[in-house]
């Protein structure tokens, strides 16, 4: 993949690899395009990971996973591994790379740009574009619930509000007389609860957000409890219903908003966007109940939790190549043993060094090896092995 085609989350995750450099401070409030400038000036891309062009320090980021890979992993390891198994031509599959892939980076969430153009196209379907490594899912969408996948294994079950038929107003009047108990029995929300069952099942509930806007809305609340995530847009609320939510949702509303103004319970989740106002109050409540209020928010605010992504292969290596674990470094490799360490020593320069020799060799020479790798080398000579060394 090349570096113009990174996505805001992609480019988002290089410069955390960054973090402690003065020239990238606050990417995490810029736009893509800022963003790319700012990467180019102060860094070069080598191997999918970013190098500084100045003197400054690189902060290693770390990659949380579970696996035989262990707790944690720093990404700068991976990245050598695979530039060192590039030389070799190596082929995937490898165990490494599967590690790899099963490890996460948290990002994820929806940009207020992403989340309007979602909506836009669940009411619109032949003007939603994608772009970002997003596109629609026609094989589930409807009508009325669209699907949008990711290349990096996100999706997006968005449900429309409500249109102008006569049947959609008859559900609205079902949902404000009943409550969710009479909406649960309407056409709408069973072909929801289909099309949402259809997306968990192939894109996995972990993976999915479930969007919507007034009407779709409250689809989302009733249908998206199992999804990793529920994002709604002045959703639509009735005196008779709870209209809370879950722990995994999270209530996008104007405070100019009528459709949505009975929610009673407010969580830190909620944001409420300020209405245009006049002397007399609100300007205009129909206007205010639009999911355009995201634009008062710039395109590059984020929604949602975010959520443990898969390593994109195309940000790892070249399609089509992996990397083993003989290809990790002796230094990286099961993070926290020094006695694996030695093992992986021996194994990638074949020597037959024991423990004490091994701490012997780091000592000698300790600008050359990482810190940790030092300190564990002095911490098995002068304490765990102090009698067997000496």
């Excluded at 991976?78 to 590690?99: H, V, W, Y």
Aim: aromatic share 6%; proline share 2%; net charge positive.
């Amino acid at each position: 993949m090349k570096f113009d085609d990174l996505s805001l989350d992609n480019l988002r995750s290089l410069a955390r690899t960054q973090k402690g450099h003065p020239g990238i401070k606050g990417f995490s409030t810029m736009g893509k395009e800022d963003l790319k400038k700012t990467i180019k000036k102060h860094f070069k891309l080598k191997g999918g990971a970013l190098e500084a062009r100045s003197n400054a320090v690189r902060a290693p980021v770390k990659l949380s996973g579970s696996g035989s890979c262990g707790g944690s992993i720093v990404k700068n390891a991976i990245m050598r591994a695979i530039e060192k198994r590039r030389a070799k031509g190596g082929q995937m599959p490898s165990r490494l790379m599967n590690k790899a892939m099963n490890l996460s980076v948290k990002g994820g969430k929806l940009s207020s740009a992403e989340l309007h153009d979602m909506l836009h196209g669940s009411y619109n379907l032949d003007e939603y574009k994608g772009g970002d490594g997003w596109s629609r899912d026609d094989d589930l969408s409807t009508a009325t619930s669209s699907v949008y996948r990711h290349k990096d294994g996100r999706a997006v079950v968005a449900h429309r509000g409500t249109e102008g038929t006569i049947s959609d107003w008859g559900n609205n009047l079902k949902y404000g007389s009943t409550g969710e108990t009479g909406y649960k029995q309407t056409q709408r929300f069973k072909d929801a609860k289909d099309v949402q069952k259809k997306a968990e099942e192939k894109y996995g509930q972990d993976k999915i957000s479930t969007i919507g806007h007034s009407q779709g809305g409250l689809l989302a609340e009733l249908l998206g409890k199992n999804s990793h995530e529920i994002i709604t847009v002045n959703k639509a609320t009735s005196p008779f219903s709870d209209n809370s939510g879950g722990s995994n949702q999270h209530d996008i509303r104007s405070d100019c908003d009528k459709v949505s103004m009975f929610k009673t319970k407010k969580s830190k989740n909620d944001t409420t966007i300020k209405g245009k106002k006049n002397m007399l109050g609100c300007k205009d409540s129909i206007k205010e109940h639009s999911y355009d209020i995201l634009k008062r928010k710039g395109d590059d605010h984020m929604f949602g939790h975010g959520m443990a992504l898969g390593a994109d292969p195309a940000t790892w290596s070249p399609q089509g190549r992996g990397v083993d674990d003989d290809d990790i470094d002796f230094e990286d490799v099961k993070w926290g043993t020094f006695t694996k360490q030695l093992e992986a020593f021996n194994r990638q320069h074949g020597k037959n060094l024991d423990l004490c020799k091994f701490a012997d060799m780091i000592l000698k020479d300790t600008k050359k090896y990482q810190v940790k790798t030092v300190r564990r080398a002095r911490f098995y000579k002068n304490v765990l092995a102090k009698k067997k060394c000496s």
